[in-house]
């Protein structure tokens, strides 16, 4: 199987190693240091003290790498659009597109039924140039329950957790999807093959949307944030807003916002990926993480104030650092 990534950060490195291990030839679109990195040491997986290494075809230019059978995308959502540009060379009649990114996708009212079926969304993509440049026919949904970080461009490292949720945006137990599935178990992967994709990416969003930000802006760690009672309860209200707006488009969580706490806790003390972004200078991923979920307050007429108030904040600290 010829699959390419397309965003070789911590998890599509990760992905790809993995991938090359179960047999697949890998190639990956990639620019400055990441490209130099990757052409001269392929990608790299450390764990521990052990590294693994997988070789593969880097170019800039989707162009040179041609139709893919698995195209991988694992960028940050503020790239989304630039990527959607570069990615019909990759696209076959057949050509599978994996998006696991952090945060709600473009394609998420795509092949889920109910009163918002096909909604586009603003605050992922407001002109609708995603959808166009990756049409819908060929998106897999994907959600990763793991946390790795780069050590170095084209090196990243793993940490804890490798599980790997993959279904059809329709939940269709379609035979590419039991293939794919098949081949993520192959690779490694605590794999998962979900009957409601979306669902999967608004439980993950749930615990995320509140953490990262609130890290973001304060430098504290994971279990730091959980420690303050004062912002645990913050970030909890958030929460709340955001199950009543699940039942309103038809994914209830049937947990209070005490309950996933204890889920990230058992995570350990940990960096969130949003304070890393701002620590290395990075656009943040805001608009996948808390704006879309206002727009989804505003669909569904579900008020949305403590969630206005930590978008608000944290999108002034964004905007203050160039970053957003």
Known sequence: MKVCIYGAGAIGTWIGVLLAGAGCE??????GATLDALR?????LRQGDEETRAPVRASSLPGELG??????????????????????PLLGEHTMVLSVMNGVPWWFFQGFGGPHAGTRLKAIDPQGRIARGIPAQHIIGGVVHASRSLDEPGCARAHFGKKLIVGELSGEQTPRIRALFALMEKAGFDA???????????YKLWGNMTINPVSAITGALS????????VRGFISRVMLEARDIGSMIGIP??????????VTRK????KTSMLQDVEAGKPVELDALVTVVKELGELTAVPTPYTDVLLGLSRLHARVRGLY
Request: proline letters at 3%; hydrophobic letters at 45%.
């Open 26 to 31: 890998l190639s990956a679109v990639a620019r």
């Open 40 to 44: 001269t040491h392929g990608l790299r």
């Open 67 to 88: 139709v893919q059978d698995l195209v991988i995308v694992a960028v940050k959502s503020p790239a989304m659009a630039d990527v959607a540009r570069g990615m019909t």
């Open 192 to 202: 998962v093959l979900s009957e409601q994709i979306q669902r999967e990416i608004w």
């Open 223 to 230: 279990d730091q944030v959980l420690d303050d009672d004062l």
């Open 253 to 262: 969580i049937d947990q209070d916002p005490q309950d996933r706490h204890l």
């Open 267 to 270: 995570l350990g003390s940990f």
